[in-house]
């Protein structure tokens, strides 16, 4: 994972970029390379409050890796070098968190989403925030927010697994990571299931599919059957009571609940 910086639109943005490389599947809810196939990279692209370009696909793929295979890319006007890293038992996750106007998901028909506080954002620059859970209750109030730059919250998680998931398990491991979300977000203090632009991406690698061997030839059915055991095959569960759902679950719980932290000691006070 790779932070950094370019100007554009007057401002100092921040980026993410994870560069996979062949040989990994994802699942996610971004705009480009959204769905279940295979990717190559993640992109987490901040852009300023009034973005109003017409072709965000386009943005975004020139803002990803030159010459990359197909990724997903993501937009935020949150401060994502603010980002927060955890990981669980082999799951790594990355949240950035901007919680401006949290949502509940089911609202009353043209009710507005309340606004915690008028939108500011603080100019990204390098090295300022500590992306360690653990070391972000001792690193101090962060600087304050400068008036005058508005930013909208959203909170984009990216989770990587190292053991493949079946389609079936990668839409679990979505449900996963939105309900951890939820959760981090009430535990601080935030009466909310969300924002209305959250992202997700969960990447695991590709299935590795040894040959079989033709039963008959002193490896019949039971042989096959051990070997698929010992294979493991893909993860057919993706739930928080599965092995690996529940890795993710907490990594993303950790992420979630430092960030909503951190987001509150910097705009709420």
């Known amino acids: 994972m790779t932070l950094g910086y370019r100007d554009e639109d007057g401002a100092r943005l921040a980026s993410l970029l994870w560069e996979f490389g ?29 973005y109003a370009r017409m072709d965000p696909l ?43 106007v ?25 090295g300022r925030a500590a992306h360690d859970p653990e070391r972000l209750t001792d690193r101090g109030r962060p600087d304050p927010v400068p008036p005058g730059l508005p930013a ?41 299931t969300g924002t209305a632009s959250d992202a997700v991406c ?10 079989v061997r033709e039963a008959g030839a002193g490896h019949g059915a039971e042989d096959a059957a051990g070997r698929a055991a010992a294979d493991g095959g893909p993860e057919l569960f993706g739930g928080p009571r599965s092995t690996w759902g529940a890795r993710i679950a907490r990594a993303v719980h950790q992420a979630v609940l430092a960030g909503a932290e951190q987001w509150r000691a910097v705009h709420l006070g």
């Open 58 to 100: 386009d943005h975004l793929a020139e803002l990803g890796p030159e010459g990359a295979g197909p990724g997903v890319g993501m937009l935020t006007a949150a401060s994502v070098d603010r980002y927060v890293q955890a990981s669980d038992g082999g799951v790594d996750a990355v949240a950035t968190v901007g919680l401006r």
């Open 152 to 192: 909208p919250g959203t909170i984009n998680i990216v989770v990587a697994v190292p053991v493949p998931f079946t389609d079936a398990a990668l839409v679990n491991a979505v449900m996963t990571v939105t309900e951890a979300k939820t959760q981090a977000l009430i535990e601080a203090g935030f009466p909310c």
């Open 22 to 50: 062949p040989g990994w599947r994802m699942i996610s809810s971004a705009m480009l390379g959204g769905g279940i196939g295979p990717r190559e990279w993640v992109l987490n692209a901040q852009v300023i409050a009034a």
């Open 202 to 211: 969960v990447a695991v690698p590709e299935a590795v599919r040894e040959p």
């Open 102 to 126: 949290p949502t509940w998901a089911a609202s009353p028909e043209g009710r507005p989403d309340p606004e915690l506080r008028p939108a500011f954002l603080a100019p990204a620059s390098p």
